[in-house]
Each structure stands twice: as C-alpha cells, then as structure tokens.
C-alpha cells in the first residue's frame, strides 16, 4: 500500500514535469570490431621487414611478419579518416582527409612515434586551415612534403616538423626519387624538376608519356634500380631509362587487357611486376625490361588497391577483404589466405539483447550487446558468405542469397537460433541486387517485393505460414526508382529529366492496388532521391554533400505536403529516428534533430557526433532507462549512450470523441490499452507510444489505420528488445493524426 501511495504523489507531480521541452544529452561510451578494410588507392602497406604497416580505414595497423609470412598484429592506433603515410626512421606520418563539406575535423599532420611497435603515440600534431581537404604526404631525404592540387604545397624538416617553405600551387611535385620529381600539367605531359635544393626548384625537362599511357594518366611511379623507372597508368605500365635526369629514354611498356587501378597499381617482386587490375592481379616477368611477358592472372572480382612484397609474397590492401596475402612461385602468383580480425561492414539490425551486423564477403557477425560497454561476438549460422542486404523487422531478419537468387526470412525470435520460415524467389543475379523487401507496419504477415530491373515490379507477399510464400498481387503500371509501403498505401518515385514524380497507390490491404494520385514535380534532384517512411513523414535524400534531406508530413497520406528540411542532410546512408529524435548518417558523422511539435522549415540540428570511419547504418538498443546508438561503420562499431526529456505537447484530442483507458491499473504482468474512436478519427494514422517517468520511449505500437470504432493492444511491461521494465509509472500516449491523448498507469509487481 505505501509503494501504490508513492506512486501516485509522484503521478500528480508527474504532469508538471512532462510538459518540459527535450533536453538531450549524448556521449560515447565505447568502439569496438575493429575491421581490417581499406578506402585508398594510394601507398597502404609499408613493409621494413620484419614489420608491415598498414593504414587501413580505422588508423594505424602494426604487425610483425612472422617466419611463415603470416601477419601477427601487435598494435592498432585509431585515427579518424586516414588518408596517406609515409615512414622515415622512427616516425610514421600521416594525414586524415575531409570526406564532405560537414565534416567538422579539421585536417591534421600526425607524428606517429613507432620505436615501440606495441605501442605507438601521437608525438607530434599540425592542425590546418579548415578549407584544406587533403594533403598527400612523400619524403625527399629530411623533408616532408605536403601535396595539395589547389594550394601552394607545403614543406617541412624531419623529424622536427619545422615549416621550411612552400612550393606554387601550380606546380604539384610527384616524387621519382630524392633528386628529381615530375609535375604533370596535362595528363601525360611530365615535366621533370630537380628538387635537390627546395628553396630553388628547377624545371630541367619535359616527357610526353601520351603515346604509350594514351588519355589515361600515369599516377604512380618506382625506381627498379638507380636508372630505371617504372611508371604506372591505368592503360599500361611503361620502362625508362632516366639516367640523364633531363632527357628520358624510353624502353617498353605492357599493356594488360583490363584496366588497373589508379594510384599504386603495381609492385615489384623480384624479376616480377604484380599489377593491380580492377578484375584481379596479373603476373608480369620483368627479367628481361625490353620484353616484359604477362606470366599468369588470378580473378578477384572486388578489387584489390595498393600491396607490398616481402620475399615471394605479396600483400594487398583490399576494401572489403582485409590483407590478401598471395605468393608468387614458378611464374604463378596464388592466393593463400585473408588476414583481417573484422571485414568491411555493411549495415546492422538490432533484436533484443543482439546485434546482427551484415559484412560484404562473409554474411553475418552476432554480437550480445546486453552489456554496451563490452559487446561479446557469438558464433552464428547466419556467417553465410552468400547473405547480402540485411533487413530487420521485428523478430525477422531478411537477407538477399545470391547463391539460390531469392529473399530468406528468418525468424530471430531466439538469435541464437535463426529459423528460415520463407523464401521468396527472385530469378536471376541482377533481379535480386536492383531489388528490396519493404514491411507495412500497419499490416501483419505480409511483405512486399520491388524491383527496377528488367522493369518496374511491385509485388505484395503472404509470409503468415512456413515455406513458399504465397504471391498475393504483382503491379506494373507504373516505372520508379524508389519505394516503401505505410498504413495501406504504396508511395513510388519515379525520376524525369533531373525532376520527380510521386505515384500514390491505395487499395493494397485489399490486394487490388490502383494509381490513387499523381504529384507532378513532387522533387527536383539531379539524380534519383531515396525515399523511406520516418514515423508519420515521407523522408528524401540522396548521397551528395549538396542535395537536402527534406520530409513531407502525411496525415493525408494521399497528398503528403512539405514539412521541413534538415540543416545537415543525411547523404550517406537513410536516417535513423528513436521516437521524435532523428540521426542522421552524414559520411563519418551524424547530426541529432528533434522532430517533435510539428516542426517546418529548415530544422536546425541539437547536437552531432562523429564516428571514425563512414556510418553504414545506425540502430537503437534500450537497457532500462539507458537509450544507447550503435553506428554500424565501415570498419568499426560504435556505441554512444544519451539521453532526454520528451514533450508531449501535441494538440490535445477532444476527449469527448476518444475514450481512453487500461486495465487493470496498476498491473503486475500485462495490461490491455483500449480506446473508441468516433467515425471522425478513421482511417487516420494511429499510434501508442509508453514513455517512462523520465520522458523516454519504451515502447511504440504503429497501429493498423482504424477501421472500426474500438482498438486494443496489450502491453507485457517490456521495452521494445523485450526486457522487463522495472517497477514505476508509465505514459501511455495515443495520436491520431496530429492531434494526441495522455493517460498515466502503474506497473507495480
């Protein structure tokens, strides 16, 4: 009897203290699955045996090179959006870059002190203008240089990182050796500097490489020897000799038939060249330069980037792989292992205490994040290499199988024991990557299939039984590129001369869809926006640092009409939204808004954080009164817990036309929540929402748009990963349309 008294003395005081605005708070608590991946064509390992560095899209990687060439990693040093490094005695320096113009880090020089290879530190930073986006770095004897295309390039003495001077931003120096380096003012056009004196560079010669790199530029060069270059160009790979520093004399080139990468495409293994094609690596025996002779090629379909040797082996930077190490024996180059702790990730999707992380090559990684501050990995069956394109809902998981091209469904309810219930046939390869699975939350056991490829497809699902699925319609009226269901309404964009129309579809609960409504000129985006459901809005972007992320209200879900714009667009993955509060995936950051009270115009952000590496998706775990985020990045996850104080000042509902109420109240293990309805609120978007006394969201049911005048749902006293909450008193919040009601109950065991 005392507690209920208590309970309610605070139930009286609870009033005052939700009518208060948001007041949010947030701060990162942990990183964690550090994954070996790569993002630059550019020099990515430095071998000086028996060490290999690696600058992988996290930071710093250390390893040793142990007798059996395999890699033993002995240090990571995080650092946000590495870009180039270069090493010279007992210091590795390196430059982060700036991936859009919302990026807040300001670009850096870092001084990596390496004489403990278990343990390197920052010695030395330099911090740049903000307007600088990149530099990339080479070494000339004791100097450093910093290359930009678009400012004066800058210089510096080592160790000391003293400036020194600085070279005209029309001239950009790439390093042939520490005597002579070469700008290129048109593509193959070189001209030849002697850098020996940086205070008096002087032209001393020209090469025209055009007859043999034709239009594709020739970006990376390597001594063979004292006299012999290498170059290196997309087309072909070309000898000289520049033994007279001002006048080289052309030897031979080889010219593979596929194009390699740009940047660092080839390296050198003895008498051999490994070129980095984008289809694979080809063998080319070098022995005799006047007649190079391609030995042998091994297919790798996603491309490698920069690699280094040691001996016979050879070890190559990959985006999604980790280091791919091959070995190089009687004229045969052969793969022999993938060395990496975490592949490239993809995206995630969070059940319960659980999160499924899909990766590029290796299906799926599970984590129990029960405990945020230390995530444990767990052995799952879903490590498929052949499972792309995670999708959760609820306790389902879908995946693409590019192995049987169809759509799995899984059901999740025990994540440790993921349960096949359906498949959806597709067809062919590219049916199933220019494809996606939607849910209506409105609408239980179905799932609806869209694709563009050969042509615009809508398909609509019946998943209520195990087995084949059951098709229930197929549209192909109408041509789009972008497409999601809500509340019984299908909304499809479609692109027209850099501009885009909405089609609205209605009659899908009754499996008959017909064009309801036409927006002409709905958008104009020079490319084809994504549009995805955000609570009661239609939400739009695109992936560039210059199109905005704009949301349309649809309360009249047949004529959705702007509502606001955000600040900092999200343009590099969809958005997340946690109740009113939204987070954006802005390339390596995420700016925070708050959506609620019915904001217009240009919403300005609350709050932002960034992560290390670009923010694939992000997903929401909730553990008591503790709200955490998990940026599911390119190469690691992180996880930030925050927090606030949630308003409910909707515009209040006539209460003489809803009768709202629960019982029992208190409850001990579940209580039923029931409103009526007068015919004016049907067919309006409908939502409960259980907040605890702190204002945070619990619990949310998107309701099935009425269509009677008497609803119900039941609540167990769990949050939305199924935990039990503990004792207290509870909002439960009901809105119809724009117009919403409160009422308060008590879970008391």
């Not at 139930?11 to 949010?24: E, H, I, K, R």
């Not at 390496?114 to 343990?119: F, G, R, V």
């Not at 240089?145 to 005209?168: H, V």
Request: contains cysteine; hydrophobic residues 35%.
């Amino acid at each position: 009897m005392t507690k209920i008294i208590s309970l309610l003395i605070i139930v009286l005081l609870f009033t005052y203290f939700f009518s208060f605005a948001n007041d949010f708070t947030i701060e990162k608590i942990n990183t964690f699955a550090f994954a070996q991946n790569f993002n630059t064509s550019e020099e990515s390992i430095i071998i000086e045996y028996p060490y290999l560095y690696a600058l992988t899209s996290h930071g710093l990687e250390i390893y040793e090179i142990m007798n059996n060439a395999h890699l033993q990693q002995l240090a990571v040093l995080a650092i946000r959006s590495p870009a180039y490094f270069v090493k010279k005695d007992n210091f590795i320096y390196i430059t982060n870059h700036s991936v859009d113009i919302y990026d807040l880090f300001p670009i850096c020089l870092y001084q990596v002190d390496i004489t403990d290879k278990e343990n390197p530190y920052i010695y030395n930073e330099i911090e740049f203008d903000e307007t600088i986006r990149y530099f990339i770095l080479q070494i000339y004897n004791n100097y450093l240089y910093l290359l930009n295309g678009n400012i004066p390039d800058r210089i510096y003495t080592i160790p000391d990182l003293e400036f020194f001077t600085s070279i005209p931003a029309s001239i950009d120096i790439e390093k042939i050796n520490d005597s002579i380096g070469v700008n290129i003012p048109y593509v193959n056009l070189l001209d030849i500097y002697d850098v020996s004196d940086f205070t008096n560079i002087q032209q001393i010669g020209t090469v025209d490489m055009t007859p043999i790199h034709g239009s594709c530029g020739t970006r990376y060069f390597e001594m063979l020897n004292d006299t012999i270059l290498i170059a290196g160009g997309q087309s072909a790979v070309s000898f000289w000799n520049i033994s007279d520093s001002a006048n080289w004399e052309y030897i031979s080139h080889y010219e593979p038939d596929e194009y390699m990468i740009f940047g660092k495409n080839f390296t050198i293994i003895d008498t051999f060249l490994a070129l980095t094609r984008f289809d694979g690596l080809e063998l080319l025996d070098i022995s005799d330069i006047y007649n190079p002779q391609s030995v042998n090629f091994i297919e790798y379909l996603i491309y490698g980037l920069a690699s280094a040797s040691y001996n016979d082996d050879l070890y190559l930077a990959t985006w999604v792989d980790g280091i791919r190490r091959y070995k190089v024996e009687n004229n045969e180059i052969n793969f022999i292992e993938n060395i990496f702790e975490y592949p490239y990730f993809h995206s995630g999707y969070i059940y319960s205490n659980y999160l499924f992380v899909q990766t590029f090559h290796y299906g799926f990684y599970l984590f129990d994040i029960s405990d945020p501050y230390a995530p444990v990995e767990i052995a799952t069956t879903l490590s498929n290499p052949n499972y792309k394109h995670l999708k959760g809902y609820e306790n389902l998981i879908v995946t693409k199988d590019f192995t049987d091209y169809n759509y799995k469904i899984f059901d999740i309810s025990d994540p440790l024991n993921p349960v096949l219930i359906n498949t959806i046939p597709v067809g062919d390869y590219y049916q199933v990557s220019w494809s996606y699975l939607s849910f209506d939350e409105s609408e239980l056991n179905t799932v609806y299939f869209f694709t563009v490829y050969p042509n615009t497809i809508i398909r609509k699902y019946d998943i209520s039984e195990p087995g084949n699925t059951i098709l229930l319609f197929e549209y192909t009226d109408l041509d789009g590129y972008s497409f999601f269901v809500k509340n019984g309404y299908g909304y499809l964009l479609n692109d027209v001369n850099n501009y885009q129309n909405l089609y609205i579809l209605n009659g899908l609960y009754e499996n008959t869809p017909y064009l309801a409504n036409t927006i002409d000129h709905f958008s104009e985006y020079m490319y084809t926006p994504i549009i995805r459901p955000y609570n009661n809005y239609l939400g739009l972007f695109y992936k560039s640092e210059y199109d905005e992320t704009k949301f349309f209200n649809l309360n009249d879900p047949l004529n959705p009409t702007f509502a606001f714009e955000l600040s900092v667009p999200s343009n590099y993955a969809c958005p997340g939204i946690y109740d009113d509060i939204l987070f954006t995936s802005t390339w390596t950051s995420s700016y925070i808004y708050d959506t609620s009270g019915n904001p217009s115009g240009i919403l300005e952000t609350i709050d932002n954080i960034n992560g290390f590496t670009y923010i694939r998706s992000i997903d929401f775990y909730n553990s008591g009164e503790n709200n955490y985020l998990f940026t599911i990045e390119e190469s690691d996850i992180g996880v930030f817990e925050f927090s606030y104080s949630h308003s409910v000042d909707d515009e209040i509902l006539n209460q003489d036309n809803i009768i709202l109420n629960n019982y029992p109240n208190p409850f001990s293990t579940s209580t039923t929540i029931s409103f009526s309805a007068i015919p004016m609120t049907i067919g309006k978007q409908t939502q409960i929402k259980i907040y605890n006394i702190k204002g945070q969201l619990v619990k949310n049911f998107e309701l099935r748009t009425p269509n009677s005048e008497f609803m119900k749902v039941v609540w167990d006293g769990k949050d939305e990963n199924g935990k039990q909450l503990p004792n207290g008193i509870y909002l439960y919040k009901l809105s119809v349309g724009k117009e919403a009601i409160v009422r308060k109950m008590i879970l008391l065991r």
